[in-house]
């Protein structure tokens, strides 16, 4: 799975053009699709918004299964040199943060694919995410 990932990023990489946000721009996609089996899919939708030029914040609202209760994640993303930093809480907790450095890419017109490295600073763990959606 990481070979298809690490692909899809050099694909993306040759044919997208350089992207970052822009102020009043809204963001409406899915968070990590990455590392999901097929009979195990959830959808996880993202909503993020430009506050400046170079700051967009989000919400991601995810349930893993019908037993489980919905989460709200809060994010950040500060753009710079072509590259974003990004930080995510599960909910408002602190505890359990999550940190990590990502590109989006625009593919065509207004649809992105955003890969990113990330770490959980709760369970410790680095993993690669793969995000995609629409700007407006």
Known sequence: MRKLILTLM???GFIATQAQTTKGDWYVGTGDVANVA???WAISPT????????LMVGLNVS???STADMTMDFHARYYMNNLFVYAATSGLNTDNLTIGVGKMFTIRNNVYVDPKIV???????ANLTLGFGLKF
């Open 119 to 125: 770490y959980n600073t709760g369970d410790k763990t």
């Open 10 to 12: 050099l694909v993306c």
């Open 63 to 65: 349930q893993t299964d």
């Open 38 to 40: 097929w009979t195990e």
């Open 47 to 54: 909503v993020g918004y430009g506050l400046t030029d170079n």
